[in-house]
C-alpha cells in the first residue's frame, strides 16, 4: 500500500550529533516532522522512521508486531550511531516506550532521552480482554489527533486494529520490566489533560528507571499529541537545550538542507 500523503519517513544529515524520532502507535512521522525540521534547522542529523505497518491503512498494522516496530528504530538508531558520534533518542506516546527500551539495551550508545507523554500501559478494562477479543473483533475506535489546537489533525488510524493492540500490551510489559536499566539522563514532558494516556504512566516512568538527571516539564495547553499543540514550540525548544547541555559545543550553524 502507498503511504498516506504527510506520513513519509524523514531523514536530515547534519552534524556529529543525531537524533533518533519514534512516532506513536497508529501515528505517523507526520506528528514529529515539526520537531525533525526543526532540530535540522540547527544543524542536527535527524532520523525520523516510519513505522512497519503504520502510514497506510490499519489493515496493513494486524500483520505487524511490537516486534518489527521496534526493529525499525533499532536499525534507525545503529545507522545513527554509525554516522554520529552523539546520539539522542526522543519519543512520543508509544515512540516513548521505544525509545526507552533503545536507552535500556544501548547503554553509552545512548547519549540522553526524551519523552512527549510517553505509553506505559495499556488501560481500561477492555485491555484484560484483548487475549479473547481479539480473535472475535478486528479493531475498534481510533486515538489518533487528540490535540487541543484548533484545526490540527494527525495523520493517524481511525482503528486501532485489536492483534496490534495485544502485541503493545505485551511491549509495554517488557519495557516496564527493563526501566531500571535505563541510566541515562531524561527530559519527560506530558500533558495534565491527555485523553489517551494518563499521567500515570509518566510518574510509573520516572519512579521506575534508575537515571539520576531527570527533569520533568507540564505541558499545560496541550492534549497527548502536544508535538501539534500549542506547546509544541516549548517542546522543541526545551529539546534542543537539553541537547546542548549534553553535547556542548557540539551543536549550532546550519546543516545541509535535506528532506523525507
Known amino acids: 500500500m502507498p503511504v498516506l500523503p504527510g506520513a513519509e519517513p524523514y531523514r536530515h544529515e547534519g552534524g556529529e550529533v543525531g537524533v533518533l524520532l519514534c512516532h506513536g502507535f497508529t501515528g505517523s512521522p507526520q506528528s514529529l516532522r515539526p520537531w525533525a525540521e526543526y532540530l535540522a534547522e540547527r544543524g542536527l542529523t535527524v532520523s525520523l522512521p516510519l513505522l512497519p505497518g503504520h502510514g497506510t491503512r490499519w489493515h496493513d498494522m494486524q500483520l505487524t508486531t511490537w516486534h518489527d516496530w521496534y526493529a525499525e528504530v533499532d536499525r534507525a538508531l545503529s545507522e545513527l550511531v554509525g554516522r554520529c558520534g552523539t546520539v539522542f533518542v526522543f519519543g512520543l506516546s508509544m515512540g516513548g516506550a521505544l525509545a526507552l527500551r533503545l536507552a535500556a539495551q544501548h547503554g553509552d550508545a545512548v547519549q540522553g532521552v526524551v519523552l512527549v507523554n510517553p505509553g506505559n500501559k495499556v488501560h481500561g478494562v477492555a485491555a484484560h480482554a484483548l487475549p479473547i477479543v481479539r480473535h472475535l473483533v478486528s479493531s475498534t475506535n481510533g486515538i489518533a489527533s487528540d490535540i487541543a489546537k484548533e484545526g490540527v489533525t494527525e495523520i493517524g488510524y481511525d482503528r ?79 529539546s534542543l537545550a537539553f541537547v546542548e547541555r549534553l553535547a556542548p559545543g557540539l551543536v549550532g550553524g546550519e546543516g545541509s538542507r535535506s528532506g523525507g
Open 160 to 238: 486501532v486494529p485489536l492483534h496490534a493492540a495485544y502485541s503493545l500490551r505485551q511491549f509495554f510489559r517488557t519495557v516496564d520490566g527493563e526501566l531500571p536499566q535505563v541510566t541515562q539522563p531524561v527530559l519527560l514532558l506530558h500533558s495534565p489533560q491527555d485523553h489517551v494516556v494518563p499521567p500515570a504512566d509518566s510518574a510509573r516512568i520516572l519512579s521506575r528507571i534508575s537515571s539520576t538527571d531527570v527533569r520533568e516539564v507540564l505541558l499545560e495547553q496541550s492534549y497527548h499529541v502536544a508535538t501539534l499543540d500549542h506547546d509544541a514550540e516549548q517542546i522543541f525548544d526545551e
